[in-house]
């Protein structure tokens, strides 16, 4: 009986625990309130609420293909203190609403918010240069806004893009909560992540994407799918869950993934890992979309000293172990030596991921 217990006491502590990050972010800056306009993260945020669509006059460019030569396996390369300094091309973080439903609970129509960072030098009338996009998801008890936020996270997106690791890109930052979710509660948050892709698909992709200069020619479903290869989708924790889910919803509109210490959930949940139905899952997908030739990538991170990591280290063993399948072209699996459950190993895995998203780091 004291066994049992124990058992029941360890899995409430690890459930509890997974709130502590997002409720204890190292943090320099807050974002403003919603009827506020000042910083976020030294960046001024500019309130936009979204109405119009774009205009559908440029061309999609195909990214040249690139093979991907980085190892398989291995450790993450920590960021340069340097990059952490203030750069003198900041980029600006602009707020936006956008309309959306609630679809994981009342179907009612809704409002709900993102933060879009776009990169020194972006001119909302210069419609011919066009950006590379990465959607990045919080935790549970997260929120809207929350990847400009970690201690000098903006100013490792600046520094990247001047000194070369990464082209000018727009990063999104929005959540799966909407007012009236329950944050404190577990169970409601899954139900709200798991229902994300609806959001993603009907809403804040078009949104984002009408409003800001990326690849796709318009808002159209077919225009939004012909330039998946210039979209990646990342998150952390539940984020990294999401991570998951949006490979096995969006495919059709992500190429690169980005899933920080979580394992994917399409079957069973928290503590029901089912890792091999999961990778079969995935496996399956690969192989009816056609997506080898089409082309996905997958940077799954997590830290050594991470006390979640149990399910990101089984689904990487399920999936190393079809190496045959899975090769680095598609899915690599990286460590953060003595990373854990925090901003900081979330910094190490964006700043070693985006370079082979949209650099050249690990391209030939």
């Known amino acids: 009986m004291k066994k049992i217990i124990i ?30 306009a000042t910083t976020a993260a030294t960046t001024k945020a500019t309130t936009v609420v979204i109405t119009t669509t774009k205009p559908t006059t440029k061309a999609t460019t195909k990214p040249k293909e690139k093979k991907i030569t980085i190892p ?21 973080v602009t707020r936006i609403e956008y309309a959306s439903a609630d679809y994981a609970d ?16 972006y001119d909302a009338n210069n419609t011919k240069k066009r950006y590379n996009i990465i959607y990045l ?21 600046d520094n990247m893009i001047a000194k070369g690791d990464i082209p000018p890109t727009i990063i999104v930052s929005p959540s799966f909560y909407d007012d009236e979710s329950n944050i404190e509660d577990f169970n409601s948050s899954v139900n709200e992540f798991r229902s994300f892709h609806k959001v993603f698909e009907n809403d804040l992709m078009p ?13 159209s479903e077919k225009d939004l799918k012909s330039s998946r290869d210039h979209r990646a989708f990342g998150g952390f924790s539940l984020g990294s869950v999401t991570t998951w889910l949006e490979f096995c919803y969006d495919y059709d509109y992500i190429r690169y993934f980005l899933p920080m210490s979580g394992s994917c959930w399409y079957y069973g949940g928290y503590g029901d890992w089912q890792t091999q139905n999961n990778v079969d899952h995935i496996q399956q997908l690969v192989k009816d979309n056609n997506l080898n030739k089409r082309g996905y990538f997958i940077y799954h991170a997590v830290g050594t000293e991470d006390y979640v990591k149990e399910q990101s280290l089984l689904q990487a063993e399920e999936m190393l172990g079809r190496k045959d399948f899975f090769t680095n072209q598609h899915y690599v699996f990286y460590q953060k030596e003595g990373g854990e459950h925090d901003s900081a190993a979330v910094k190490e895995y964006l700043y070693n991921a985006l370079p082979i998203f949209f650099g050249s780091k690990g391209k030939k």
């Not at 450790?75 to 203030?86: G, K, L, M, R, S």
């Not at 998801?137 to 997106?157: A, D, I, L």
């Not at 949104?207 to 808002?219: D, Q």
């Open 7 to 36: 058992s029941i006491v360890a899995a409430v502590l690890i459930i509890v625990g997974l709130a502590v990050f997002s409720r204890t972010k190292q943090s320099s800056t807050t974002l403003p309130p919603s009827t506020s």
């Open 72 to 92: 398989q396996e291995g450790f993450t390369e920590a960021v340069p203190d340097a990059y952490f300094a203030d750069c003198s091309k900041p980029g600006k």
């Open 106 to 121: 009342s179907g009612e129509d809704i409002t709900r918010v993102a933060y879009v960072y776009t990169p020194y030098g």
């Open 137 to 157: 998801m919080h935790g549970w008890g997260g929120e809207t806004g929350e990847y400009f936020e970690y201690g000098g996270v903006k100013n490792m997106y």
């Open 207 to 219: 949104t984002v994407e009408g409003k800001f200069h990326t690849y796709a020619k318009s808002t």
